[in-house]
């Protein structure tokens, strides 16, 4: 069936550190692609996404690249700040497109 | 600009008495989805409703029963509640075939 993995957490960094956080789905059909955050306290809200091969999506210094070949959508950001502790869900939609299916989350906390 | 909104922010209950959850999605977005999330676990997909139509159904126990009015609002009711039952309750709403969900802040339900 449809899933998604990512890298397990806790990812601990220093502020300004380089990040990456690995997502691989299930390659059923070509399905739109998703990073979520959850900051403390707070439901989940659109980071990012890509709808096609090659698709790059970018907000707030994150990027992430749609890759149809290594079934990846891993997220990166060049330069991480306190701010950005959170915990981030790469999703992909549902064969179907009824439902968005999450990865388990990865906790990223930053210290400055 | 409007938001989904959930009501109630949070909400106790001892065991084997029932809940209702309450969801308030954005104007003109006609798909709402349940998701439940336990402590440190990603979001789990429960139903989903599409012009109040049942249009997917997740790991959603026969305990409890979801619909969508004709203002599109959503509620998800829960019967003869269990301790494990205590979670996260999210309703995110999209415009179909949009991909992009828009979460509400969570309804937070505690079984004692």
């Known amino acids: 069936g449809d899933s998604v993995t990512q890298m397990e957490g806790p990812v601990t960094l220093s502020e300004e550190a380089f990040l990456t956080i690995n997502c691989t789905y299930t390659?059923?059909?070509?399905?739109?692609l998703f990073w979520y955050v959850q900051y403390p306290g707070e439901g989940l809200q659109l980071l990012l996404k890509a709808t096609k091969a090659d698709d790059k999506g970018s907000n707030k210094g994150f990027e992430a690249t749609y890759r149809k070949e290594t079934t990846s959508f891993h997220l990166e950001k060049g330069s991480v700040q306190v701010s950005d502790s959170a915990v981030y869900f790469c999703?992909?939609?549902?064969?179907?497109?009824?439902?968005?299916?999450f990865g388990a989350g990865t906790r990223l906390f930053v210290k400055a | 600009a409007a938001g989904v909104i959930q009501s109630p922010r949070h909400l106790i209950k001892e065991k084997r008495e029932t809940a209702t959850l309450k969801c308030y999605p954005i104007?003109?977005?006609?798909?709402v989805y349940w998701y439940q999330q336990g402590p440190g676990q990603d979001p789990q997909f429960l139903i989903s409703?599409?012009?109040?139509?049942?249009?997917d159904k997740g790991s959603i126990p026969d305990r409890f029963s979801a619909q969508q009015f004709s203002d599109y609002h959503s509620e998800l009711n829960m019967s003869s509640l269990e301790l494990g039952d205590s979670a996260l309750y999210f309703c995110a709403a999209t415009r179909l075939g949009s991909g992009e969900l828009f979460f509400g802040e969570g309804s937070r339900l505690t079984v004692l």
């Open positions: 999703a992909r939609r549902g064969t179907g497109g009824f439902k968005t299916i």
């Open positions: 390659a059923t059909g070509y399905p739109s």
């Open positions: 409703f599409y012009e109040k139509m049942q249009s």
């Open positions: 104007p003109r977005h006609d798909t």
